[in-house]
């Protein structure tokens, strides 16, 4: 648990790279903030997560100057 107690902020959230780093830092113990533009995506990927750590969702494109 080399993460109980920090938070990891992780932008593409809900696939590939993204996803996957999640997934491991999960397994660590870190609380999430989820990042990604695709909705859809990000529900799917808090259904997985819902069970093994605490994370908050943002819907966001930051590639969007805006």
Same mark, same amino acid.
């Given at each position: 648990?080399?993460? @109980?107690? @920090?938070?990891?902020?992780?932008? %593409?959230?809900?696939? %590939?790279? %993204?996803?996957?780093?999640? @997934?491991? =830092?999960?397994? !660590?113990?870190?609380? /999430?903030? =989820?990042?990604?533009?695709?909705? !859809?995506? /990000? #529900?799917? $990927?808090?259904? $997985?997560?819902?069970? #093994? $750590? #605490?994370?908050? $969702?943002? =819907?966001?494109?930051?590639?969007?100057e805006a």
């Open positions: 648990m080399r993460f @109980k107690n @920090k938070v990891a902020v992780i932008t %593409g959230a809900a696939s %590939g790279i %993204g996803y996957a780093t999640a @997934k491991r =830092l999960a397994s !660590e113990g870190a609380t /999430l903030a =989820l990042i990604d533009w695709n909705a !859809e995506a /990000l #529900e799917r $990927t808090t259904a $997985t997560f819902a069970k #093994e $750590t #605490e994370f908050v $969702t943002y =819907l966001v494109d930051v590639g969007d």
